[in-house]
T-cell receptor, first 113, second 112 residues
Framework: GDSVTQTEGQVALSEEDFLTIHCNYS??????LFWYVQYPGEGPQLLFR?????EKGSSRGFEATYDKGTTSFHLRKASVQESDSAVYYC????????????FGKGTHLHVLP | EAGVTQSPRYAVLQEGQAVSFWCDPI?????LYWYQQPRDQGPQLLVY????????NSQLPSDRFSAVRPKGTNSTLKIQSAKQGDTATYLC??????????FGPGTRLTVL
């Protein structure tokens, strides 16, 4: 079945460091890809999504580009802040059942002041 | 606009007890989802509704879990005879005509 792989379970950075969180997916066709962020005690919040090859999603300084060739949707931010500390989830929804969203295991980002 | 609300926020049970979770989606949202999120894992879809109809409950452990949305608005997820393996956060989400889902804060369940 469809799946999402996030290779980093934990990432620790200092403020103003560059962030990359890797996301690769396995699915047929062109699934919609998402990045969600979850803060302690809250549900996940959608950061952004992308539906077509080479489409860039962005929000709050975070961005990711849909790459069909490498089946990737890596999350990047040029300069992280302590307030970015949270869990980040890559997710996809299948074209044949767009309402069924499959989440990766998540990446804990810790930003030190 | 009010977000998705869930209650209770926390529940602690002994094995074998029953528990119900309640969800009030964003007003006007036709699609409602229930997810299970074990500690340090991503949300896993249990069931989702469009209006009052169950669209997919293939991941719902049907022998002990049940979910209803009788009027196409609020929803209840019930666990009969809880097990320690049910310990997780239960998230409700809603959407309207898209797969852009809005999540509630969740109910954190601990089964002793």
């Amino acid at each position: 079945g469809d799946s999402v792989t996030q290779t980093e379970g934990q990432v620790a950075l200092s403020e103003e460091d560059f962030l990359t969180i890797h996301c690769n997916y396995s699915a047929s066709g062109y699934p919609t890809l998402f990045w969600y962020v979850q803060y302690p005690g809250e549900g996940p919040q959608l950061l952004f999504r992308a539906s077509r090859d080479k489409e860039k999603g962005s929000s709050r300084g975070f961005e990711a580009t849909y790459d069909k060739g490498t089946t990737s949707f890596h999350l990047r931010k040029a300069s992280v802040q302590e307030s970015d500390s949270a869990v980040y989830y890559c997710a996809l929804s299948d074209r044949t059942n767009a309402y069924k969203v499959i989440f990766g295991k998540g990446t804990h980002l810790h930003v030190l002041p | 606009e009010a977000g998705v609300t869930q209650s209770p926020r926390y529940a602690v049970l002994q094995e074998g007890q029953a528990v119900s979770f309640w969800c009030d989606p964003i007003s006007g949202h036709d699609t409602l989802y229930w997810y299970q999120q074990p500690r340090d894992q991503g949300p896993q879809l249990l069931v989702y509704f469009r209006d009052e109809a169950v669209i997919d409950n293939s991941q719902l452990p049907s022998d002990r879990f049940s979910a209803v949305r009788p009027k196409g608005t609020n929803s209840t997820l019930k666990i009969q005879s809880a097990k320690q393996g049910d310990t997780a956060t239960y998230l409700c989400a809603s959407s309207f005509w898209t797969n852009e889902q809005y999540f509630g804060p969740g109910t954190r369940l601990t089964v002793l």
